[in-house]
């Protein structure tokens, strides 16, 4: 089975620009989550959707925002891109809501590595 | 604010040695998870705690769970090469810890 998806891999992007990150989720999970790791620091929570609605922020300014399609796939969109945006940006899908009981386990994709220049 | 704090933050072991790393929560919670991370990849789950007083093992690593004290333990035992990596543990809607760093030396 396939586990979850994302893309691109690798960008480089400049300040003040916009960037699109995508996520697939495992198939028959209906929840996605966004994490950013900056080099030497634990994930930091962004987004979780679920069944396609927003269940969770974390601490990120407005410029970042995100979207689950129907078929429970994610897009993640920074906008006005910072210097400080150059990070790891992980999405994970579980069956249920983040750490529910018996359904909330992560499961992690590779990463899509962003470096603003 | 949930938080969550591990230590030690770094660790260098030698070869065929115990050791444990800790992590320890801020809010109530019943589950907990450890994630493993080797250097440029992504995350690797370990173990989850579901309950309190909750043990798990998988080879040389014990994880256990004590929700009245909101403290977890990640146990090395007779630590090998291949265990270096960086291990979090996430609580809540997976609120994350900043990382151990696990060198083994042989």
């Known amino acids: 089975d396939a586990g979850v998806t994302q893309s691109p891999t690798h960008l480089i992007k400049t300040r003040g620009q916009q960037v699109t990150l995508r996520c697939s989720p495992i198939s028959g999970h209906k929840s996605v989550s966004w994490y950013q790791q900056v080099l030497g620091q634990g994930p930091q929570f962004i987004f979780q959707y679920y069944e396609k609605e927003e269940r969770g922020r974390g601490n990120f300014p407005d410029r970042f925002s995100a979207r689950q399609f129907p078929n429970y796939s994610s897009e993640l969109n920074v906008n006005a891109l910072l210097l400080g945006d150059s990070a790891l940006y992980l999405c994970?899908?579980?069956?249920?809501?983040?750490?529910?009981?018996?359904?909330?386990?992560?499961?992690f994709g590779e990463g899509s590595r962003l470096t603003v220049l | 604010e949930l938080k969550v704090e591990q230590n030690p933050l770094f660790l260098s072991m030698q070869e065929g040695k115990n050791y444990t790393i800790y992590c320890n929560y801020s809010?109530?919670?019943?589950?907990l998870y450890w994630y493993r991370q080797d250097p440029g990849k992504s995350l690797e789950s370990l173990f989850v705690l579901l309950s309190n007083g909750a043990v798990k093992q998988e080879g040389r690593l014990m994880a256990s769970l004590d929700t009245k004290a909101r403290l977890s333990t990640l146990h090395i035992t007779a630590a090998v090469h291949d265990l270096s990596a960086t291990y979090f543990c996430a609580v809540g809607k997976l609120i994350f810890g900043q990382g151990t760093e696990l060198s083994v030396k042989p």
């Open positions: 994970a899908s579980s069956r249920g809501l983040a750490g529910a009981l018996n359904t909330g386990e992560l499961f």
């Open positions: 809010t109530t919670s019943d589950r």
